[in-house]
Each structure stands twice: as C-alpha cells, then as structure tokens.
C-alpha cells in the first residue's frame, strides 16, 4: 500500500501564503491522480485541487487564481502552493491519491489563517 506524509501547515495571516508538500513512500507506475481535499471542523470534506500524472489539473472554483498544484513524478511528490489565503481557507488538508480505483489519504496537515 501506498503511505502519503503531508507537510508544510502552519499559522499565517491573511493574505499570506504557504505550501503544502506530499510524499508517496512508494513509486506508483501508469495513470494515477493526486490531489488535495480540506476539511474544516463541523463540515465535509472538499476537494481543492488535483492533478494527473499527464498535468492535468482541475480546481475548486474557491481557490482558482490563488492555489497552483503541481507534482513531480520522480519525487512521487505533489505540491500546493497557496497564495492570499483567506480565513475560509482554515482546514486539515490531505493528501490523496487514486490509481486503479484505490484511493489513499495522508494524515492531514493544519492550516489556519487569521483575520
């Protein structure tokens, strides 16, 4: 099985940035997406970004123009830089991947932003 590990969380004001970084502790061969879903205390989990293995992204509307995703595939890594952040971007977020119908989650990492 496939371990994700997220990093790179942490406190900053609004309209700051972060960036968020995953780690696959396998390399995983063939068609495979990774992406980035948050989930703020009392609500349900959202995607925010994902990418395939050819580059393809797709973004919630919430985020577009401020957050870029972007992955390595020799690093088996995927990155989320996030620019002016808002305190409605105050989540966990984790890491996930998919690839022949199996999907799998990193541990999460906080993010909080304040007014």
């Known amino acids: 099985q496939v371990q994700l590990v997220e990093s790179g969380g942490g406190l900053v004001q609004a309209g700051g940035s972060l960036r968020l970084s995953c780690a696959a502790s396998?390399?995983?061969?063939?068609?495979?997406?990774m992406g980035w879903y948050r989930q703020a205390p009392g609500k349900q989990r959202e995607l925010v970004a994902e990418i395939t293995s050819g580059g393809s992204t797709n973004y919630a509307d919430s985020v577009k123009g401020r957050f870029t995703i972007s992955r390595d595939n020799a690093k088996n890594s995927v990155t989320l830089q996030m620019n002016s952040l808002k305190p409605e971007d105050t989540a966990v977020y984790y890491c996930?991947?998919?690839?022949?119908?199996?999907?799998?989650w990193g541990q999460g990492t906080q993010v909080t932003v304040s007014s």
């Open positions: 396998r390399s995983i061969l063939g068609f495979n997406i």
């Open positions: 996930m991947r998919r690839q022949m119908g199996v999907t799998s």
